[in-house]
């Protein structure tokens, strides 16, 4: 499926999220902290946006994907980022390598979430941390429900204007309301041996970043 949107997935990020991804990017950005001297794991970096702030901060990134397509996108877009072609439920690295290991709008895609965040644990170095981008749940109730009708009605029928493949919004929207909420998330990443899980709603929650620690044993 993401073979499909590749060449469109960018520009159809922006325009469906209405501007604000690039507004969650930055937020994501301020929470890993990326720096000269770190080593970054993006899990299912896709076209490599989520990974362009963090190699521009300086940090050593290393972008994975499982999708040739997205891939070869993320290539022709960013080529002085390192891409690997690699599934996130069985990282193509070794043990303890990575300070922070993030996954942006990716974990929900993945086809078993705690082996995902399993694999994530295990790459991870013990004080390093854990970043979920993933869409959420808004907390408010009304705007729960204009936003429900937005992407079960609305999204699907722009999509299939604009995209080459409108199936795949039909997916992201359904996917989205299938998703566990905040709580639910945060104790999915507990349960896979993560600790001091936290989160952050942006944009009332349509989005939430969700943190962590691996703790030496
Ligand atoms: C919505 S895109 C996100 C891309 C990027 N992180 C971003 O923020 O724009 C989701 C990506 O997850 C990838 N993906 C899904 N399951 C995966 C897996 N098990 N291993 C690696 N990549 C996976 C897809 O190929 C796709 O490129």
């Known amino acids: 499926m993401f073979d499909g949107v590749a060449k469109r997935y960018d520009l159809m990020n922006d325009l469906l999220s209405l501007g604000q991804t690039k507004n969650w990017r930055k937020a994501a950005t301020a929470i890993i902290k990326p720096a000269a001297g770190m080593k970054i794991l993006d899990l299912a970096a896709g076209t490599g946006a989520s990974s362009r702030p963090l190699a521009d901060a300086g940090a050593?990134?290393?972008?994975?994907?499982?999708?040739?397509?997205?891939?070869?996108?993320?290539?022709?877009?960013?080529?002085?980022l390192h891409f690997t072609l690699g599934d996130a439920l069985n990282i193509p690295f070794k043990d303890n390598e990575f300070d922070v290991t993030t996954i942006s709008f990716g974990l929900r895609n993945t086809n078993d979430v705690n082996k995902a965040l399993q694999e994530a644990l295990r790459v991870t170095k013990d004080g390093g941390r854990l970043v979920v981008v993933e869409f959420s749940h808004p907390t408010n109730k009304i705007f729960r429900?204009?936003?429900?009708?937005?992407?079960?009605?609305?999204?699907?029928?722009?999509?299939?204007?604009?995209?080459?493949?409108?199936?795949?919004?039909?997916?992201?929207?359904?996917?989205?309301?299938?998703?566990?909420?905040?709580?639910?998330?945060?104790?999915?990443?507990?349960?896979?041996?993560?600790?001091?899980?936290s989160w952050k709603n942006l944009t009332f929650g349509i989005v939430a970043i969700h943190s962590a620690v691996k703790v030496a044993k």
């Not at 992407?151 to 699907?156: I, K, R």
Request: positive net charge.
């Open 60 to 80: 050593e990134v290393y972008p994975v994907d499982f999708s040739q397509g997205m891939l070869d996108s993320g290539r022709k877009r960013h080529p002085d």
């Open 145 to 197: 429900t204009v936003y429900m009708k937005y992407l079960m009605a609305l999204l699907p029928k722009i999509s299939r204007k604009l995209s080459s493949n409108p199936d795949a919004y039909v997916y992201l929207a359904e996917s989205i309301q299938a998703w566990p909420t905040q709580s639910e998330l945060a104790q999915k990443i507990a349960v896979a041996g993560w600790k001091q899980t």
